[in-house]
């Protein structure tokens, strides 16, 4: 609910991918009365009826407080008792990481959870975070924030993740003073932190985990699908080339889908791209349901102990 | 001085455009005295010995109180004088940007100068500051940011420049105290102030002017110069597309020159790439010469003072 796309619209894209899943997925859909009138969802689709919606336009904190039987807080309490193993939302992304710090518990050691994503390199993907749970992060949420993505990468069997720190320049006085100060809390992940990086660095592959701010994480992602639409658009007019496009534009629109992990909290969170479309929808299901044939949320924990920063 | 590339081949580099140029331009090059040995420049450039270097790794307020005899200190202190008209370097971004507050004049209701750059769109090119003078930047700083960028696209004849805030969200509220300030103090721009943008809106071609703290500008140009690397990199691979790279390549390579303006302060300073390489040098020099001729310095400030904010 509350998304760019009619409820309709995404629930007949998930019941085609649902369909073809096995019987032990089950799902649910959580959402007002009205709007999915005329639906006929197979057998193992439940319908979880909401009262109330949170809009794009609420204030996230004051909404997930005020309005308990919205969709987001019904599906998030239901993740807390157990009665669901995942949830992902496109809804308002703030009203969706306040319902998570104020609904579920913490992982080890993590005061804030971050959101994360996966981008492209020349190499592997690159873990990303935070970008945009928290624009105004502290030294001590950095330095966390690089535990939850070594623990990441760790569950996705990279045995010593390597973390950058974004800044502004790579030597260690550079930046603000909270990144001068995460760069010395970094310092206890020993040989996985590298220091301080720039942006141009993170798309040769030779970084594992990025950590940022959630401004300037959600301005490196932002930045990045904007650039690339520039880069195709004159890729176009270009007359000296010449050829398919699509399988380009394809790996290119990374940042739509398949989404990014509300990560530092006891639950399993994905937060579907803002316009909610059923291709952005079916994608974060697709990396849900992956995350739960991995135990990703079992692995990560054992990792953040493991660290024990 | 104290770039990455040796001055002697700067210096080459240099006199090679210079010699193209009317007698009516005039060179200093500010350089230790051992460094250009050899050297026969052509009568229109004079050589101003320093005898201290200031290095990349120096703390730059430090470095430009203590080293006077630094060739940044003494070509700074000439263009205060009006013995140079313009001053282009490729030293410690941070040292310039000091030696820039501490020595020169602000214009009229600047407090702060920001580094100003060009970037390409899919239509005409949008002003970027700061990208990177100011990383912890307050609300009243990227308000004075709007109205450089303003003073500076009506300089290049844009009417009625278009300013966003570069932010996470579109939405008013969104981002950090200083952003949600910064909104409420730009309303004074009335209809040339669009609102927040993100990362993604910048390069449409529909905003003259993107305001945003020395952090988040420097993650935005160093994402795009990195995310264009890797693009080429894709298309190179890309056995679907074939053709040649080279007008492409030389189009995404914006981040490299004709670099950025200290832009605020009484006097033409032009920051030209870290590498400092032949390339970069001379397309700042080419970038110099052109605010020159357009007498860019007395319209930015006839339009500051019109706006009278």
Chains 1, 2 share one sequence.
Request: net charge negative.
């Amino acid at each position: 609910m509350g998304c760019e796309t009619q409820p309709i619209e995404i629930a007949n894209a998930i019941i085609g991918l649902v369909n073809e899943l096995p019987d032990t997925y089950q799902f649910t859909f959580f959402c007002s009365s009205d709007c999915l009138e005329g639906l006929k969802p197979p057998s193992k689709i439940t319908i979880q009826e909401a009262s109330e919606v949170i809009l794009m336009s609420d204030d996230p904190l004051v909404a997930v407080r005020r309005k308990k039987d919205s969709s987001l807080c019904i599906a998030t309490q239901m993740l807390k008792n157990g009665q669901i193993d995942a949830l992902i939302s496109a809804c308002n992304t703030g009203a969706l990481i306040a319902a998570a710090n104020l609904f579920l518990p913490k992982l080890p050691d993590i005061d804030r959870p971050a959101l994360l994503t996966l981008m492209p390199t020349m190499k592997h993907a690159v873990a990303i975070l935070d970008v945009g749970a928290n624009p105004g992060a502290k030294a001590d949420h950095l330095a966390q924030y690089a535990a939850i993505g070594i623990a990441y990468q760790k569950s996705r069997d990279i045995e010593l993740p390597k973390v950058g720190l974004l800044n502004i320049g790579s030597e260690e006085g550079k930046g603000t003073a909270e990144t001068r100060e995460a760069y010395k809390l970094m310092q206890q992940f020993q040989s996985m932190f590298i220091g301080n990086i720039e942006g141009r660095d993170v798309f040769h592959g030779d970084i594992d985990v990025v950590v940022t701010d959630g401004f300037a994480g959600n301005v490196l992602l932002k930045t990045a699908e904007g650039i690339a639409s520039y880069i195709l658009y004159e890729i176009e007019k270009d007359s000296g080339i010449s050829g398919n496009l699509d399988s380009l534009r394809k790996r290119l629109h990374y940042a739509e889908y398949p989404g990014a992990i509300v990560a530092g909290v006891e639950g399993i969170v994905m937060k579907c791209h803002g316009d909610g479309s059923p291709t952005a929808f079916r994608e974060s299901l697709k990396a849900t349901i992956q995350l739960l044939s991995q135990d990703f949320l079992a692995r990560i924990k054992k990792e953040l102990e493991l660290l024990a920063f």
